[in-house]
């Protein structure tokens, strides 16, 4: 349950902090006062999407912080401890907003984003709008409240994985399909080129090697002869004689002796480079029948590339991905014979998960129709009932929410035929439905809080009050906030706050107040109306807190 609220710097709001309390919690004002600003605060730190203009003028940053006790909270607990964000029965959420646009938020400490805290925020609290009727009119939005009242939301997660997993091997089928097209032609048209180029046998090197090659052998002659002609120089090497005068010179005077030893040095060097020129002239394979061999493979390997369009660089991965693709096309009968059989057997599986679930829904129809109709009479619609319809998807077919569609449907009047919520004419006939379904349907939620912001719009008088006893009832088994107009839900409460708006010259201020004894009920007084509190309007506002406290003892 929601047990504490802080907000810095959201709009009019400069500073407060709320603390919550077990039961129902209503929230009252002037109109335009902000009690909704409450509520947006909550969906803000809970993961909705801002922007800068909701940080009050002139401050720093806009930071909301919202305190839940978790000790009863099983999912949350669970999700906590499945994302390494544990912290005993608390649980802490904080979000900041800066000028620039920037938003964090951090789970008991710890930074996350915010698709996070949106996971989290489902399972802490639910909030019911007053344009709820107008999401109602949804037909996905009917199946949803359907679903969540038979709590059959495991089994719709199944449906959906399976329906991905069959479309994913359908799409997969029909990527064979376009590759397998007029395959036979493409196999043999594959098995030339690749039968071609096997015999081509081209290393991934060889273009390279052959051009040098090819280079060499164009100039053997003149290689050959140069060659020859620096290893005769070489070999009658005129440093030996150099050398032999340093000797003598050395024997008279041994300071010559660097120069003798960079002499005898160089004549190693020089008897070296002797060396290698003949291994080279031995070695050297630069025959003219060779270089023919040589251009007419280049003249190969040319003609090939251009057959084919490409460098002749590119033959070599040419040739390693036509190999794959014939591969593949010859794998492409077998793998389409699996997949065949993996979507025969996801249809099954499907189908029977899918029926399942149809079974679930259509039996949990009838309750939920009872039940809401019970309500809507409830909410002074004597002779309305109210029904699903179930009806099949186009074309018999498979989606991920299941076989069928579903779709709300109301009997205004007796006699007759109950008729979408589309067509329901009346705005407070709407808003009472919606209202029915919402009591209802969330008394199926196992998040522990609820929040109804002006749910009753469109509502007065003796059904006003009933209101207010249904979301009594409902304040029970788990905790309600109610943002309201009517003084009928407001004497309800188990506890009363009051928003209220300070002007200034320089700004405007919101100021929430805690009401209790004769503060509420001067309270539940000015929401009976008339410009001037009366004391028969005190007596009458005394009088509806007494009878709500009576009927709760």
């Not at 959420?93 to 620039?100: A, H, K, L, V, Y």
């Amino acid at each position: 349950m929601l047990t504490h609220l802080a907000i810095n710097n959201f709009t009019i709001i400069d500073q407060l902090e709320l603390n919550l309390q077990p039961g129902m919690t209503v929230l009252t004002g002037e109109t335009g006062a902000g009690k909704s600003i409450i509520i947006d605060t909550l969906e803000l730190v809970l993961g909705a999407r801002t922007d800068s203009t909701i940080i009050r003028a002139n401050a720093e940053r806009c930071e909301i912080t919202a305190c839940f006790d978790i000790n009863n909270i099983t999912g949350a607990k669970k999700w906590l401890e499945q994302h390494d964000l544990t912290s005993d029965t608390e649980c802490i959420i904080r979000r900041s907003i800066t000028p620039d646009g920037r938003s964090r938020s951090s789970i008991n400490g710890t930074p996350c984003p915010q698709q996070l805290t949106r996971e989290l925020g489902s399972l802490l609290l639910n909030i019911h709008g007053q344009h709820e009727h107008q999401s109602l009119l949804k037909t996905d939005k009917q199946r949803d409240l359907l679903d969540n009242f038979t709590g059959n939301q495991q089994l719709c997660q199944q449906v959906k994985t399976i329906y991905n997993q069959w479309q994913q091997a359908n799409n997969q089928r029909r990527e064979l399909e376009a590759l397998t097209l007029d395959q036979p032609a493409k196999i043999e048209l594959l098995n030339y080129q690749v039968k071609e180029l096997d015999e081509l046998e081209l290393q991934a090197n060889e273009l390279e090697e052959l051009h040098q090659e090819h280079k060499q052998l164009s100039n053997a002659e003149e290689i050959l002869t140069t060659c020859q002609t620096a290893l005769e120089l070489l070999t009658a090497n005129p440093l030996v004689n150099v050398a032999q005068q340093l000797a003598t010179i050395k024997a008279m005077d041994n300071t010559i002796d660097p120069a003798h030893e960079l002499v005898h040095n160089a004549i190693i060097q020089t008897d070296e480079a002797a060396y290698e020129l003949r291994h080279y002239l031995d070695k050297a394979d630069l025959h003219p029948e060779r270089l023919a061999t040589v251009e007419q493979r280049l003249n190969t390997i040319y003609n090939l590339a251009r057959k084919h369009q490409i460098q002749p660089e590119q033959l070599f991965d040419l040739q390693q991905k036509l190999t794959k693709e014939l591969q593949q096309l010859t794998a492409a009968s077998s793998e389409l014979n699996t997949l065949e059989e993996q979507i025969a057997a996801l249809s099954d599986q499907y189908q029977q998960t899918a029926t399942k679930l149809t079974q679930i829904r259509q039996k949990a129809a009838k309750k939920l129709s009872a039940l809401i109709s019970a309500k809507m009479q409830q909410l002074n619609m004597a002779q309305a009932t109210f029904a699903l319809n179930f009806s099949p998807n186009k074309n018999g077919g498979f989606s991920a929410s299941g076989m069928e569609q579903v779709e709300f449907l109301v009997a205004t009047n007796p006699g007759h035929a109950p008729q979408p919520l589309t067509k329901v004419a009346s705005g407070g006939e709407l808003s009472r439905i919606s209202l029915a379904i919402q009591v209802i349907t969330a008394g199926q939620y196992t998040t522990p809080t609820l929040i109804f912001d002006e749910v009753d719009v469109g509502i007065g008088g003796k059904t006003a009050a009933i209101v207010g006893q249904l979301l009594s009832d409902l304040s029970t088994k788990t905790q309600i906030l109610c943002v309201t107009h009517l003084p009928q839900v407001a004497a309800h409460g188990t506890h009363h706050l009051q928003v209220s708006k300070q002007n200034t010259k320089q700004s405007t201020h919101a100021k929430i107040t805690s009401l209790n004894g004769n503060n509420r009920i001067e309270e539940i007084a000015r929401m009976l109306g008339g410009l001037k509190i009366t004391a028969q309007t005190l007596a009458h506002a005394k009088e509806m807190c007494e009878n709500t406290k009576n009927r709760l003892n």
